[in-house]
């Protein structure tokens, strides 16, 4: 493709994912901190919620994750190659067990525990809202759902902000370093309504998942790694607001 088409077809996925959470994100954190409440005192929720009807909440959380994940079929169409792998592009290619498992467990541990660190600096200086990652009501369905949102992040996440954006950005000529850096200030963005802790927390995990992307060249470690570290804190977000709740407060 031309650089123009190029171009065009980046911001038409962007803008259909996380590029429009990324302009939201920046209105939001403007928004907070026009508030007269210090933005330390302020929370989020994620998961939430949208009504007391049970089954009519359940098909909302089930249909918005559909919708979320419907740039990533974009993607994996846009960049579909007729030979094996045939996404290979995306940098997915067969499922390998103990790579594919051992490394992603290691990675999310050595990445989450200082997320967990920089979240608690942040709320301790008042950069950083307070974030409660499961607002589901319980029901019987709220675990399967809180998984499932979380292989939804891992999947929008790393196949659009690394996959795709690494192999369009590379066609255009865009060196190493400029890719990595560039996206993971995008990944850190469409954070920001976290607060600032969840900015840089978000971009250095960028900066880690692209160096090992670009090492690997394989984006299936880096979904399940975002999987498995989101579907810690959603699933054990209730345990661990209840067992110390003066880090939740």
């Known amino acids: 493709m031309s650089r123009r088409r190029t171009w065009i077809e980046i911001t038409i996925v962007l803008m259909l994912s996380l590029g429009g959470s990324a302009l939201y994100s920046v209105l939001q954190i ?7 409440t210090p933005l330390g005192k302020q929370s989020t929720a994620l998961n939430a919620s949208t009504t007391t009807v049970q089954y009519v909440d359940l098909a ?31 940098g997915i290619d ?11 467990a290691l990675i999310a541990l050595c990445i989450g525990i200082p997320g967990l660190g920089l979240y608690f600096a942040g709320r301790a200086l008042g950069f950083t809202v307070n974030v409660n990652p499961a607002a589901l009501d319980s029901y019987w369905w709220t675990v399967p759902v809180l998984l499932l949102s979380a292989i939804r992040s891992g999947l929008q996440e790393e196949v659009i902000v690394v996959g795709y954006l690494y192999e369009r950005l590379g066609g255009l000529g865009w060196g190493r370093w400029q890719v990595i850096l560039s996206t993971a200030v995008l990944r850190g963005t469409y954070h920001l309504y976290q607060g600032f ?4 927390g978000n971009a250095v995990m960028g900066v880690a998942f692209g160096w090992i992307y670009t090492r690997w060249g394989r984006l299936l470690p880096l979904v399940i790694t975002h999987c498995l570290l989101d579907a810690a804190v959603f699933v054990g977000y209730p345990w661990a607001a209840h067992a110390f709740p003066q880090l939740f407060h």
């Open 30 to 36: 403007i928004d907070d901190l026009s508030q007269t």
């Open 60 to 90: 909302r959380q089930l249909v918005g994750i559909a919708v979320d994940l419907a740039p990533v079929a974009l993607v994996c169409f846009l960049l579909w190659s007729t030979a094996r792998p045939h996404l290979g592009r995306l």
């Open 94 to 104: 067969r499922f390998r067990p103990r790579p594919d498992l051992g490394g992603p």
């Open 197 to 200: 802790g969840a900015f840089v």
